[in-house]
Protein backbone atom coordinates (compact mmCIF):
# COMPACT_ATOMS: atom_id res chain seq x y z
CA UNK A 1 0.00 0.00 0.00
CA UNK A 2 1.05 3.83 -0.25
CA UNK A 3 0.97 6.44 2.46
CA UNK A 4 -0.41 9.60 1.26
CA UNK A 5 -1.49 12.63 2.44
CA UNK A 6 -4.37 13.70 0.26
CA UNK A 7 -4.86 17.35 -0.72
CA UNK A 8 -6.63 18.21 2.63
CA UNK A 9 -4.82 16.02 5.08
CA UNK A 10 -6.58 12.63 5.17
CA UNK A 11 -4.46 9.08 5.46
CA UNK A 12 -8.32 7.24 4.62
CA UNK A 13 -10.40 8.91 7.32
CA UNK A 14 -7.67 10.29 9.56
CA UNK A 15 -6.03 13.65 9.60
CA UNK A 16 -7.26 17.01 8.20
CA UNK A 17 -6.66 20.27 9.89
CA UNK A 18 -9.59 21.12 12.54
CA UNK A 19 -8.51 24.30 13.73
CA UNK A 20 -10.09 27.60 14.91
CA UNK A 21 -11.01 30.18 12.45
CA UNK A 22 -7.95 32.53 13.91
CA UNK A 23 -5.20 29.23 13.41
CA UNK A 24 -6.47 28.80 9.71
CA UNK A 25 -3.90 31.91 7.99
CA UNK A 26 -0.95 30.25 9.82
CA UNK A 27 -1.99 26.47 8.97
CA UNK A 28 -2.84 27.46 5.34
CA UNK A 29 0.17 29.15 5.14
CA UNK A 30 1.91 26.01 5.90
CA UNK A 31 0.05 23.68 4.12
CA UNK A 32 1.07 25.64 0.82
CA UNK A 33 4.03 25.88 1.06
CA UNK A 34 5.60 22.92 2.83
CA UNK A 35 5.92 20.85 -0.12
CA UNK A 36 8.27 23.33 -2.48
CA UNK A 37 10.45 24.27 0.48
CA UNK A 38 11.23 20.67 1.13
CA UNK A 39 11.87 19.83 -2.00
CA UNK A 40 13.63 22.38 -2.83
CA UNK A 41 17.36 21.57 -3.37
CA UNK A 42 19.43 24.33 -1.44
CA UNK A 43 16.73 23.13 1.46
CA UNK A 44 17.88 19.16 0.88
CA UNK A 45 21.37 20.43 0.94
CA UNK A 46 21.19 21.89 4.29
CA UNK A 47 19.19 19.42 6.01
CA UNK A 48 21.45 17.13 5.28
CA UNK A 49 24.31 18.97 5.95
CA UNK A 50 22.84 19.54 9.49
CA UNK A 51 21.91 16.03 10.20
CA UNK A 52 25.18 15.06 9.23
CA UNK A 53 27.28 17.62 10.97
CA UNK A 54 25.45 19.07 14.17
CA UNK A 55 22.79 15.53 14.41
CA UNK A 56 25.41 13.14 14.08
CA UNK A 57 23.87 11.50 11.02
CA UNK A 58 23.95 8.71 9.82
CA UNK A 59 23.44 6.44 13.36
CA UNK A 60 24.52 2.81 13.26
CA UNK A 61 22.41 -0.18 12.80
CA UNK A 62 24.39 -2.18 15.18
CA UNK A 63 23.69 -5.81 15.10
CA UNK A 64 23.21 -6.57 18.99
CA UNK A 65 24.73 -10.06 19.11
CA UNK A 66 23.81 -11.27 22.44
CA UNK A 67 20.19 -10.43 21.85
CA UNK A 68 20.32 -12.34 18.91
CA UNK A 69 21.56 -14.99 20.40
CA UNK A 70 18.93 -15.32 22.71
CA UNK A 71 16.14 -14.82 19.84
CA UNK A 72 17.32 -16.78 17.39
CA UNK A 73 17.49 -14.23 14.81
CA UNK A 74 19.51 -11.03 13.61
CA UNK A 75 18.60 -8.60 16.27
CA UNK A 76 19.54 -4.90 14.65
CA UNK A 77 19.18 -1.99 16.55
CA UNK A 78 18.98 1.51 14.98
CA UNK A 79 20.63 3.81 16.97
CA UNK A 80 19.01 7.24 17.06
CA UNK A 81 20.11 7.59 21.06
CA UNK A 82 23.60 8.18 20.11
CA UNK A 83 22.25 11.66 18.43
CA UNK A 84 22.87 14.81 19.61
CA UNK A 85 20.58 15.71 22.37
CA UNK A 86 20.24 11.98 22.57
CA UNK A 87 16.80 11.12 20.91
CA UNK A 88 15.20 11.32 17.21
CA UNK A 89 13.45 14.22 17.65
CA UNK A 90 16.38 16.75 16.60
CA UNK A 91 15.68 15.45 12.92
CA UNK A 92 12.10 17.06 13.12
CA UNK A 93 13.51 19.87 14.45
CA UNK A 94 16.13 20.68 12.42
CA UNK A 95 13.57 20.19 9.40
CA UNK A 96 11.03 22.44 10.72
CA UNK A 97 14.63 25.28 11.98
CA UNK A 98 14.82 25.55 8.32
CA UNK A 99 10.92 25.43 6.93
CA UNK A 100 10.34 28.41 9.65
CA UNK A 101 13.57 30.18 8.41
CA UNK A 102 12.49 30.38 4.42
CA UNK A 103 9.01 31.50 5.94
CA UNK A 104 10.48 34.36 7.33
CA UNK A 105 9.38 33.76 11.06
CA UNK A 106 11.97 35.58 13.32
CA UNK A 107 10.34 33.62 16.77
CA UNK A 108 9.94 29.90 17.82
CA UNK A 109 7.19 28.41 19.56
CA UNK A 110 7.14 25.04 21.01
CA UNK A 111 4.95 22.77 23.80
CA UNK A 112 7.09 19.89 25.98
CA UNK A 113 5.87 17.15 28.24
CA UNK A 114 8.98 15.68 29.42
CA UNK A 115 11.35 18.15 28.01
CA UNK A 116 13.02 16.65 25.13
CA UNK A 117 11.40 18.07 22.22
CA UNK A 118 11.46 21.09 24.43
CA UNK A 119 15.24 20.60 24.53
CA UNK A 120 15.81 19.71 20.80
CA UNK A 121 13.81 22.30 20.28
CA UNK A 122 15.69 25.18 22.38
CA UNK A 123 18.90 23.48 20.81
CA UNK A 124 18.80 24.47 17.10
CA UNK A 125 17.09 27.64 17.94
CA UNK A 126 20.14 28.46 19.61
CA UNK A 127 22.09 27.03 17.29
CA UNK A 128 20.09 29.68 14.33
CA UNK A 129 19.95 32.09 16.89
CA UNK A 130 16.42 32.57 16.73
CA UNK A 131 14.27 33.48 19.53
CA UNK A 132 12.79 30.18 21.36
CA UNK A 133 9.86 29.87 23.57
CA UNK A 134 8.91 26.37 25.15
CA UNK A 135 5.36 26.30 27.00
CA UNK A 136 5.33 23.43 29.66
CA UNK A 137 2.95 22.37 32.52
CA UNK A 138 4.26 23.65 36.00
CA UNK A 139 3.62 19.80 37.11
CA UNK A 140 5.79 18.72 34.13
CA UNK A 141 8.23 21.60 35.13
CA UNK A 142 9.12 20.13 38.73
CA UNK A 143 9.29 16.20 37.49
CA UNK A 144 11.47 17.26 34.74
CA UNK A 145 14.29 19.96 36.30
CA UNK A 146 16.72 19.14 34.97
CA UNK A 147 15.17 19.58 30.99
CA UNK A 148 14.09 22.86 31.84
CA UNK A 149 17.41 23.87 33.46
CA UNK A 150 19.23 22.50 30.10
CA UNK A 151 16.48 24.55 27.79
CA UNK A 152 17.21 27.82 29.98
CA UNK A 153 21.01 27.61 29.34
CA UNK A 154 20.55 26.97 25.29
CA UNK A 155 18.69 30.24 26.16
CA UNK A 156 15.11 29.91 25.63
CA UNK A 157 12.42 30.96 27.81
CA UNK A 158 10.56 28.48 29.46
CA UNK A 159 6.88 29.31 30.21
CA UNK A 160 5.33 27.71 33.33
CA UNK A 161 1.43 26.70 32.26
CA UNK A 162 -1.15 26.40 35.27
CA UNK A 163 -4.36 25.91 33.97
CA UNK A 164 -6.14 22.39 33.94
CA UNK A 165 -3.49 19.44 34.69
CA UNK A 166 -0.83 21.52 34.33
CA UNK A 167 0.49 19.03 31.89
CA UNK A 168 1.40 18.69 28.24
CA UNK A 169 -2.04 18.95 27.04
CA UNK A 170 -2.74 22.18 28.92
CA UNK A 171 0.94 23.39 27.02
CA UNK A 172 -0.56 22.42 23.57
CA UNK A 173 -3.33 24.81 24.63
CA UNK A 174 -1.24 27.12 25.59
CA UNK A 175 1.18 27.23 22.70
CA UNK A 176 -1.63 27.62 20.32
CA UNK A 177 -2.60 30.52 21.78
CA UNK A 178 0.52 32.24 21.61
CA UNK A 179 0.11 31.00 17.78
CA UNK A 180 -3.54 32.82 17.12
CA UNK A 181 -1.78 35.82 18.59
CA UNK A 182 1.31 35.44 16.91
CA UNK A 183 0.66 34.91 13.58
CA UNK A 184 3.47 36.68 11.15
CA UNK A 185 6.55 35.94 12.79
CA UNK A 186 5.97 32.98 14.90
CA UNK A 187 6.65 29.26 14.01
CA UNK A 188 5.28 26.49 16.15
CA UNK A 189 7.43 23.34 16.23
CA UNK A 190 5.42 20.47 16.83
CA UNK A 191 7.10 17.39 18.28
CA UNK A 192 5.43 14.71 16.47
CA UNK A 193 2.90 13.30 13.70
CA UNK A 194 0.07 14.89 15.20
CA UNK A 195 -1.68 18.40 15.03
CA UNK A 196 -3.44 19.69 11.88
CA UNK A 197 -2.27 18.91 8.41
CA UNK A 198 0.26 18.89 7.62
CA UNK A 199 2.72 18.68 10.28
CA UNK A 200 1.64 14.57 10.67
CA UNK A 201 2.79 14.57 6.57
CA UNK A 202 5.37 16.94 7.55
CA UNK A 203 6.88 15.53 10.54
CA UNK A 204 7.36 12.02 9.10
CA UNK A 205 8.82 13.25 5.92
CA UNK A 206 11.92 14.75 8.16
CA UNK A 207 11.87 11.31 10.12
CA UNK A 208 11.79 9.61 7.13
CA UNK A 209 15.45 9.68 7.36
CA UNK A 210 15.81 6.68 10.00
CA UNK A 211 13.84 4.14 7.50
CA UNK A 212 16.05 5.47 4.39
CA UNK A 213 19.25 4.48 6.40
CA UNK A 214 18.00 1.40 7.68
CA UNK A 215 17.01 0.17 4.36
CA UNK A 216 20.36 0.87 2.77
CA UNK A 217 21.97 -0.32 5.83
CA UNK A 218 20.54 -3.47 5.90
CA UNK A 219 21.02 -3.88 2.02
CA UNK A 220 24.81 -3.07 2.50
CA UNK A 221 25.28 -5.86 5.21
CA UNK A 222 22.75 -8.44 4.02
CA UNK A 223 21.67 -7.58 0.66
CA UNK A 224 18.07 -7.98 2.07
CA UNK A 225 15.46 -6.16 3.43
CA UNK A 226 14.50 -6.78 7.09
CA UNK A 227 11.93 -8.40 7.97
CA UNK A 228 10.33 -6.47 11.13
CA UNK A 229 10.83 -3.03 11.80
CA UNK A 230 9.55 -2.96 15.97
CA UNK A 231 8.77 1.23 17.12
CA UNK A 232 7.58 2.77 20.36
CA UNK A 233 4.64 4.91 19.77
CA UNK A 234 4.11 8.10 21.82
CA UNK A 235 2.37 10.55 18.94
CA UNK A 236 4.43 7.86 16.54
CA UNK A 237 6.97 10.51 14.77
CA UNK A 238 9.97 7.73 15.72
CA UNK A 239 7.97 4.84 14.11
CA UNK A 240 6.92 6.51 11.39
CA UNK A 241 10.24 7.56 10.61
CA UNK A 242 11.29 4.00 11.23
CA UNK A 243 8.10 2.46 8.72
CA UNK A 244 8.18 5.24 6.46
CA UNK A 245 10.00 3.55 3.40
CA UNK A 246 8.92 -0.11 4.59
CA UNK A 247 5.33 0.75 3.31
CA UNK A 248 5.21 -0.09 0.23
CA UNK A 249 7.68 -3.45 1.02
CA UNK A 250 4.74 -6.00 1.71
CA UNK A 251 7.57 -8.33 3.03
CA UNK A 252 8.47 -5.92 5.67
CA UNK A 253 6.43 -6.67 8.92
CA UNK A 254 5.73 -3.29 11.23
CA UNK A 255 5.31 -3.60 14.40
CA UNK A 256 3.72 -0.31 16.67
CA UNK A 257 4.40 -0.65 20.55
CA UNK A 258 2.12 1.66 22.92
CA UNK A 259 2.17 1.86 26.56
CA UNK A 260 0.09 -0.46 28.43
CA UNK A 261 0.68 1.69 31.87
CA UNK A 262 -0.59 -0.44 34.83
CA UNK A 263 -2.40 -2.51 31.65
CA UNK A 264 -4.68 -2.09 29.13
CA UNK A 265 -8.00 -2.40 31.22
CA UNK A 266 -6.59 -1.03 34.20
CA UNK A 267 -7.73 2.42 33.64
CA UNK A 268 -4.44 4.07 34.17
CA UNK A 269 -2.69 3.33 30.08
CA UNK A 270 -1.73 5.52 27.01
CA UNK A 271 -3.05 2.47 24.86
CA UNK A 272 -4.35 4.66 22.60
CA UNK A 273 -4.61 2.31 19.61
CA UNK A 274 -6.13 -0.59 21.83
CA UNK A 275 -8.82 1.96 23.46
CA UNK A 276 -9.17 4.88 21.31
CA UNK A 277 -11.76 6.40 19.38
CA UNK A 278 -12.53 8.44 16.26
CA UNK A 279 -12.61 11.94 17.37
CA UNK A 280 -10.97 15.07 16.50
CA UNK A 281 -7.86 15.78 19.13
CA UNK A 282 -5.59 18.68 18.64
CA UNK A 283 -6.27 19.59 15.17
CA UNK A 284 -6.78 16.33 13.59
CA UNK A 285 -9.36 13.46 13.47
CA UNK A 286 -7.37 10.03 14.52
CA UNK A 287 -8.08 7.70 17.41
CA UNK A 288 -7.66 8.74 21.36
CA UNK A 289 -8.75 7.83 24.47
CA UNK A 290 -11.97 9.23 25.04
CA UNK A 291 -14.52 9.39 28.41
CA UNK A 292 -18.36 7.73 27.41
CA UNK A 293 -19.30 11.71 26.79
CA UNK A 294 -16.23 12.21 24.32
CA UNK A 295 -13.80 14.13 26.41
CA UNK A 296 -10.13 13.04 26.71
CA UNK A 297 -9.09 10.91 28.72
CA UNK A 298 -5.85 11.42 30.48
CA UNK A 299 -3.22 9.05 29.98
CA UNK A 300 -0.73 7.53 32.32
CA UNK A 301 3.00 6.11 31.45
CA UNK A 302 5.90 5.55 33.51
CA UNK A 303 7.60 6.64 30.31
CA UNK A 304 6.41 10.72 29.71
CA UNK A 305 7.27 10.58 26.04
CA UNK A 306 4.66 7.80 25.23
CA UNK A 307 1.70 9.68 28.02
CA UNK A 308 -0.38 10.75 25.39
CA UNK A 309 -4.13 10.05 24.75
CA UNK A 310 -3.66 10.53 21.21
CA UNK A 311 -1.91 9.05 18.15
CA UNK A 312 -1.21 10.42 15.08
CA UNK A 313 -3.23 10.35 12.32
CA UNK A 314 -1.28 7.86 10.05
CA UNK A 315 -1.04 4.98 12.63
CA UNK A 316 -4.94 5.26 12.86
CA UNK A 317 -4.96 4.55 9.17
CA UNK A 318 -2.44 2.06 9.18
CA UNK A 319 -4.02 0.52 12.02
CA UNK A 320 -7.43 0.31 10.31
CA UNK A 321 -6.54 -0.89 7.10
CA UNK A 322 -3.92 -3.39 8.86
CA UNK A 323 -0.64 -2.76 7.60
CA UNK A 324 0.88 -1.80 10.92
CA UNK A 325 0.74 -4.58 14.17
CA UNK A 326 -0.10 -2.12 17.21
CA UNK A 327 0.62 -4.16 20.59
CA UNK A 328 1.33 -2.71 24.13
CA UNK A 329 3.47 -3.25 27.01
CA UNK A 330 3.42 -2.35 30.33
CA UNK A 331 4.83 0.01 32.90
CA UNK A 332 6.63 -3.23 34.33
CA UNK A 333 7.51 -4.93 31.24
CA UNK A 334 9.37 -1.64 29.63
CA UNK A 335 11.34 -1.39 33.51
CA UNK A 336 12.62 -5.01 32.45
CA UNK A 337 13.01 -4.61 28.78
CA UNK A 338 15.23 -1.14 29.93
CA UNK A 339 17.73 -3.51 31.96
CA UNK A 340 17.49 -6.35 29.15
CA UNK A 341 19.33 -4.08 26.87
CA UNK A 342 21.40 -2.22 29.55
CA UNK A 343 22.44 -6.27 30.79
CA UNK A 344 22.82 -7.55 27.28
CA UNK A 345 24.35 -5.27 25.17
CA UNK A 346 25.49 -2.10 27.24
CA UNK A 347 22.93 0.67 26.38
CA UNK A 348 20.66 1.79 28.67
CA UNK A 349 17.79 2.73 26.69
CA UNK A 350 15.02 5.44 26.67
CA UNK A 351 12.24 4.25 29.17
CA UNK A 352 9.97 5.10 25.63
CA UNK A 353 12.16 2.63 23.76
CA UNK A 354 12.38 -0.18 26.42
CA UNK A 355 8.89 -0.56 25.48
CA UNK A 356 9.30 -2.11 21.88
CA UNK A 357 12.26 -3.68 23.73
CA UNK A 358 10.03 -5.78 25.90
CA UNK A 359 8.03 -7.07 23.17
CA UNK A 360 10.74 -9.04 21.55
CA UNK A 361 10.02 -11.69 24.17
CA UNK A 362 6.73 -11.91 23.44
CA UNK A 363 7.66 -12.57 19.81
CA UNK A 364 8.69 -15.86 18.40
CA UNK A 365 11.30 -15.68 15.23
CA UNK A 366 12.71 -17.63 12.33
CA UNK A 367 17.15 -17.99 12.19
CA UNK A 368 16.70 -15.93 8.93
CA UNK A 369 14.84 -12.87 10.39
CA UNK A 370 16.01 -9.75 10.42
CA UNK A 371 14.62 -7.87 12.99
CA UNK A 372 15.22 -4.17 13.32
CA UNK A 373 14.31 -2.17 16.74
CA UNK A 374 14.15 1.52 17.17
CA UNK A 375 15.89 2.79 19.58
CA UNK A 376 14.51 6.47 19.65
CA UNK A 377 16.52 7.36 22.80
CA UNK A 378 19.01 7.16 25.72
CA UNK A 379 18.12 6.94 29.11
CA UNK A 380 20.27 9.45 30.58
CA UNK A 381 16.49 11.12 31.49
CA UNK A 382 15.34 8.03 33.15
CA UNK A 383 17.74 7.57 35.50
CA UNK A 384 15.58 8.94 38.42
CA UNK A 385 13.06 6.33 37.31
CA UNK A 386 15.30 3.53 36.88
CA UNK A 387 16.71 4.04 40.40
CA UNK A 388 13.58 4.60 42.09
CA UNK A 389 12.14 1.17 40.51
CA UNK A 390 15.16 -0.96 40.68
CA UNK A 391 15.99 0.34 43.94
CA UNK A 392 19.02 -1.44 46.05
CA UNK A 393 18.19 -4.29 43.68
CA UNK A 394 20.00 -2.31 40.79
CA UNK A 395 23.33 -3.57 40.97
CA UNK A 396 22.73 -7.23 42.34
CA UNK A 397 20.16 -8.87 40.38
CA UNK A 398 20.05 -9.98 36.46
C1 LIG B 1 9.39 11.78 22.59
C2 LIG B 1 9.96 10.43 22.56
C3 LIG B 1 9.22 9.32 22.09
C4 LIG B 1 7.79 9.39 21.71
O1 LIG B 1 7.49 10.22 20.63
P1 LIG B 1 7.15 9.62 19.18
O2 LIG B 1 6.64 10.82 18.45
O3 LIG B 1 6.11 8.56 19.36
O4 LIG B 1 8.39 9.08 18.62
C5 LIG B 1 9.86 8.09 22.02
N1 LIG B 1 11.15 7.94 22.42
C6 LIG B 1 11.88 8.99 22.89
C7 LIG B 1 13.28 8.73 23.30
C8 LIG B 1 11.32 10.26 22.97
O5 LIG B 1 12.06 11.28 23.43
Known amino acids: MKLEASPTGFFGEFGGAYVPEMLYPNVKELQERYLEIIHDATFECEFQSLL ?104 AEVRSVTSGSKTLKDATNEAMRDWIANPHDTHYIIGSVVGPHPFPDMVARFQSVISAEIKEQCQAAYASLPTHVIACVGGGSNAMGGFFHFIEEPSVELIGVEAAGCGVSSGRSAATIALGRNGILHGSRTLFMQTADGQVEEAHSISAGLDYPGIGPQHAHLHTVGRVTYVQATDAEALSGAKTLARREGIIPALETAHAVAHLSKMSFKPTDKVVLVVSGRGDKDMGTYLEAFGGRISDDN
Open 52 to 155: RDFAGRPTPLFRAATLSRLHGCEILLKREDLLHTGAHKINNTIGQILLAKRLGKTRIIAETGAGQHGVATATVCALMGIPCIVYMGEVDMQRQALNVGRMRLLG
